[in-house]
């Protein structure tokens, strides 16, 4: 049997080559079709890991990002939050070294403190430079030990040096029921001296905090006295800006009443509560929209496309059966049964088209345009349609009575 498809092969070879050339433009035109297609997802999936979307807690109206009162209920959820990375949270304080009575504070509380949560948050100078004890480094503001980071020059004024244990007390800002900024002490506080800031550029050290503490140090400090913390700047990135619904649907679930939108209508409310958010996708959304749109278009097309194959498929196999009734009718007389028949003009497309398909895939190889794998799955719809058509084809003429077929024209 095989060798009479080999035979026939051969004994048909303009016909046969038709097939093959058929097929090797059905592969390639499916190939350049699934990779156009891929080339959209890639540009995407490329878009979302180059366009990070930055988020800013804001208060209500959306006029304040630094200076404002995040509540602890908001910080929790962002740190628990899996839509975000790059949670970036400061809080300002003042303090002084040693013990002192709070009628004294003109003349001690004389330090700039700042809490954050890493060493390049967006409230810091980005020339800022630190220098740290051993076996301490920039992930010390990650952690919650009771530890410092001091200016060098006040260090230099106090006799310090790093390693050094030394008493700070410490004021945290809040807001009251009347959104005024007050001031609450907090009990003298003994830390360890892990880092000096290099403040040796007076002009750069104006911008300088003269005390950096971990962020979440403050937060149990200030907890641990019974009073409230809130965060005065949070901001973070968005995970997977292809997930924006996941996302904004998880900020909806944070704090009490949820992280929304900045709202700027007419019924805008001043506050300095941090309960709004501000999404910067505008530009991710556009041009994202704009890939979505193309890759639906072309997706569109895939149920047509397969259409198209299966007619290639039918029309060239029932053309070409047609011209070989009476070879068909011949070996039903001769007792061979329908589905040897049937089976001797399939497994001759099936090598044909199986050429033609490789050809084909090769071609897009060569060309650059697809990976191998890509190749085989686009060569593999071609293959799968065509003889799909071709089966349809066969399986009509099978029905035909062997005498109706020899007396055919």
């Known amino acids: 049997m095989y060798h009479y498809i080999i035979t026939s092969i051969r004994r048909q070879k303009n016909r046969s080559i038709l097939v093959i050339a058929v097929n090797c433009v059905l592969a390639i035109l499916l190939n350049l079709y699934f990779g156009l297609t891929d080339s959209y997802r890639n ?27 995040v509540s602890s209920d908001i910080l929790r959820g962002l740190q628990e939050a899996e839509q975000i990375r790059d949670l970036d949270c400061s809080a300002q304080m003042k303090a002084g070294f040693g013990e002192f009575a709070i009628e004294d504070w003109e003349a001690h509380l004389n330090l700039a403190v700042c809490a954050v949560n890493k060493s390049d948050s967006s409230v810091l100078p980005e020339e800022i430079g630190i220098r740290y004890l051993e076996g301490w480094d920039d992930m010390v503001f990650s952690g919650d030990a009771q530890v410092c980071v001091l200016a060098k020059s006040d260090m230099e004024k106090q ?3 790093c390693g050094d ?8 800002f809040f807001y009251d029921e009347k959104e005024e900024l007050q001031y609450k002490e907090l009990p003298p506080t003994s830390m360890q001296i892990v880092g000096e800031i290099d403040d040796s550029d007076p002009k750069a050290a104006m911008e300088y905090p003269n005390v950096l503490l971990p962020f979440q140090t403050a937060w149990n400090l200030v907890e641990e006295n019974q009073a409230a ?6 901001s973070f990135y968005v995970k997977d800006p292809l997930a924006l619904n996941a996302f904004k649907e998880e900020m909806g679930q944070i704090g009490e009443s949820g992280l929304f939108e900045v709202y700027k209508g007419d019924g805008a409310k001043f506050s300095h509560k941090g309960t709004a958010l501000y999404v910067l996708d505008g530009i991710f959304i556009t041009m994202a929209d704009r890939l979505k749109t193309a890759i639906r278009i072309l997706t569109s097309f895939v149920l047509p496309i397969g259409i198209l194959v299966f007619i290639v498929g039918y029309v060239i196999s029932h053309l070409l059966a047609a011209g070989r009734v ?6 039903r007389s001769l007792g061979v049964h329908v589905i040897g028949a049937v089976w001797v003009l399939w497994g001759e497309q099936l090598a044909l088209a199986l050429l033609g398909n490789l050809s084909g895939g ?17 060569c593999g719809v071609s293959l799968c349609g065509y003889m799909l ?11 035909e009575k062997p005498l109706a077929l020899l007396t055919s024209e």
């Open 165 to 172: 244990e030394i008493t700070l007390t410490l004021y945290y």
């Open 389 to 399: 058509g071709t089966t349809v084809a066969l399986a009509l003429l099978a029905l």
């Open 362 to 378: 090769l071609a897009a190889l060569l060309a650059g345009q697809q990976g191998w794998k890509e190749a085989a799955i686009a």
């Open 229 to 234: 913390f809130t965060a005065d700047a949070v």
């Open 326 to 331: 009476k070879e068909f009718a011949l070996f």
């Open 159 to 161: 006799g310090y040096t």
């Open 43 to 69: 540009q995407l999936t490329d878009l979302a890991a180059n366009t990070p979307i930055k988020c800013t807690v804001t208060n209500p109206d959306g006029t304040m990002e630094v200076g404002i009162a």
